[in-house]
Every structure is written in C-alpha cells, then in structure tokens.
C-alpha cells in the first residue's frame, strides 16, 4: 500500500516536497509515478521515475517546475514542487507499477487504469 504525503496550504510562488512511502512492502522494484485531480476534472499524470536506473519523465504542463526523485534506502519516491500556482490545486496521488512501459502509458497518456497501486492522495491549495 502506498502513502502520499507533503500536502498542504502554500502561498503562489512557494514550495512544496510530497512524499509517496510503501508501508508493508518496499518500493525499490517498483516504477511510481505522481498524478493530480482537480475538482471536476479528470485525473492527469504529472511525472514518472524508473525503479532502478534514473530514468524520469515529466510532463511538459510541469516541467521546470516540478522534479521527481527517489531514496530508495528510505523506501520513499518524491515530488519536489516549485513556484506553485493556483491551477496546481488538486488531490496529488502517487502510484505504481512493475511495468515501465505501464507508467509512461499513464503518466504520457493518461491510462491509469493499469496502475498496480495507489496512495490515498494529498491536498495541495496554493491560494494567497
């Protein structure tokens, strides 16, 4: 089971680190990604890191902003969010999958529906 946390209130402009962390199990085989929904919106993939060697992707709505990075000594896949702004308010999930190919489709393509696990999600509100 996967835990998303690091939510939160943040000022436009601010600074936010969610965490995605595995309780039970280990995330260091898996590839995990991170996807936000707004209210009234659909769910969409923000970015995606590969179990082992580096490999990233992120979507160009957050590029530069956003980063994704993992410890897996800590069990622990992050998503580094910079200069927030208004429209990044949502629900931020983390999810997994053993698949690469499966969390680009996700993440690029928005076919979550073959994602293995998810977290419960985190509140993020930028407002001032």
């Known amino acids: 089971q996967l835990q998303a946390s690091g939510g939160g209130l943040v000022q436009p402009g601010g600074s936010l680190r969610l965490s995605c962390a595995a309780s039970g199990g280990t995330l260091d085989a898996l590839h995990v990604g991170w996807f936000r929904q707004a209210p009234g919106k659909e769910r969409e993939g923000l970015s995606c890191?590969?179990?082992?060697?580096?490999?990233?992707y992120i979507v160009d709505a957050v590029k530069g902003r956003f980063t994704i990075f993992r410890d897996n000594a800590k069990n622990t896949v992050y998503l580094q969010m910079n200069s927030l702004r208004p429209d990044d308010t949502a629900v931020y999930y983390c999810a997994a999958t053993g698949w690469w190919g499966t969390i680009l489709a996700a993440v690029g393509r928005g076919r979550i529906g073959e994602l293995d696990y998810w977290g419960q999600g985190t509140q993020v509100t930028v407002s001032s």
């Open positions: 890191i590969h179990s082992s060697d580096g490999s990233t």
